[in-house]
């Protein structure tokens, strides 16, 4: 408790008042799949100077801080926001539609740490069989920022990406400051260590990357993919990201599906980004059109596919399929949904033909199933 409260430059009992408050959570399910960790706390508020989703860990080594991944603040207009914000060339990446997965090294093996700083068991067991540890050896201090994308995602399953779950890096940082390196340092990395990296489709001056912008929004929105990150080459301003229309409505359509789950504001700031995309692209009355049916369409199907689903199945669930190289990770991953607060069943796992195993992760919409129910029973929305 000392060594953890020392690290984050507290007394031991203001540590204890964090675990008290919630700010402190415990990151991971003790099991030898994590044997290089003994403890592992993760940070549910920004704290200090230490970002939300930030992991403290005492591992076989020491004691490690992983710094959790910076917000990206949106642009809702391209013009003159990306001129205001950047100096000089900017490089616009494709933003991919998944869940943020950092990598790190500790002790003998590789750990996948998601978003809000838990260790993900899925996760890591398939940064394990993806990526050998010659990065982490030559660089002990960084980590690799990666969008985890595909269908056998447990978190954020889009099919866009191909069936099994990818990683494709962002970024590459030092775990401990959070410090990016400029964007010709990490396609160099990628590049000699055979990672994936997430598309940079142009670099050009932030005078007029307003347009192309524009033009790459409007070609991979009808591909279905999600938007861009505009980001200065040498990544000493914060990046800043804006999404297509289809994404912004795919959020809609997920959101009023699971509308009790959403809150309003999720749903609200969707509808505010259609807003000014359609104005700032002067659209015509057909085009505009078009776009008014896309968010109608996607606000009303699949709303009342929820209510059908209650109507003839009495509950919602969340349907994932996933795959696992070694049961145990499939047994710790259902604790670590346990811990994560989600209510789940699961399917027995098949094995296929390689003898991997193949499960069904049913996740439970509970506010949404039951405020449908009561409607549904005749009773008033207040
Ligand atoms: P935020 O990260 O801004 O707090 P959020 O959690 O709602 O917001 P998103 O709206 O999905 O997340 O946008 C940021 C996320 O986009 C990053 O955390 C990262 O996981 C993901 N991402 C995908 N592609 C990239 C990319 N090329 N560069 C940076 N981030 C990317
Ligand atoms: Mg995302």
Redesign the pocket.
């Known amino acids: 408790m000392k060594e953890i409260a020392n690290a984050i430059g507290v007394s031991t009992p203001a540590l204890k008042e964090l675990f008290r408050r919630d700010v402190l959570r415990r990151a991971f399910v003790k099991h030898p799949f994590f044997s290089d960790v003994f403890e592992a706390y993760k940070l549910d508020r920004k704290f200090g100077s230490l970002e939300e989703g930030t992991l403290i860990a005492k591992t076989t080594d020491r004691i490690e801080i992983v710094r959790g991944?910076p917000?990206?603040k949106r642009a809702l207009t391209l013009f003159p926001t990306i001129k205001k914000h950047f100096d000089g060339d900017v490089a616009i990446?494709?933003?991919?539609n998944g869940?943020?997965v950092r990598i790190v090294k500790f002790g003998e093996k590789l750990y996948a740490i998601t978003?809000g700083g838990f260790i993900c068991p899925y996760t890591t067991e398939k940064v394990r069989l993806f990526f050998d540890d010659s990065f982490f050896k030559d660089y002990p201090n960084l980590m690799l920022c990666c969008?985890a994308v595909g269908e056998e995602s447990p978190y954020v399953p889009s099919s866009i990406y191909g069936e099994r779950l990818d990683f494709y890096v962002?970024?590459v940082r030092d775990r401990k400051t959070n410090s990016p390196l400029p964007i010709k340092e990490k396609e160099r990395i990628c590049e000699e260590y055979g990672f994936k990296m997430?598309t940079i489709f142009d670099i050009v001056d932030c005078r007029i990357a307003h347009e192309v912008v524009r033009d790459v929004v409007e070609k991979i929105g009808k591909e279905g993919r999600e938007g861009v990150?505009i980001k200065d080459v040498e990544m000493k301003v914060p990046?800043i990201?804006y999404t297509t229309s289809q994404a912004n409505c795919s959020d809609l359509s997920y959101g009023f599906k699971y509308f009790g789950e959403y809150g309003k504001d999720f749903l609200f700031s969707r509808l505010i980004r259609e807003g000014f995309q359609s104005w700032e692209f002067g659209e015509v009355e057909e085009v505009m059109n078009e776009r008014a049916l896309r968010i109608g369409k996607s606000i009303l199907f699949s709303m009342v596919e929820s209510i059908r689903d209650v109507k003839d199945k009495g509950k919602i669930y969340e349907r994932m399929r996933l795959r696992f190289y070694d049961l145990e990770v499939f047994e710790l991953f259902k604790e670590h949904v346990r811990r994560m607060g989600v209510s789940a069943k699961f399917s027995e796992p098949i094995q296929d033909e390689d003898g991997i195993y193949i499960v069904h992760y049913y996740k439970y919409m509970k506010s949404t199933t039951d405020t449908v129910k009561h409607i549904l029973e005749g009773n008033l929305w207040s």
Request: glycine share 0%; aromatic share 18%.
């Open positions: 991944f917000k990206i990446e494709e933003k991919m869940y943020n978003r969008e962002f970024d997430a990150v990046p990201k």
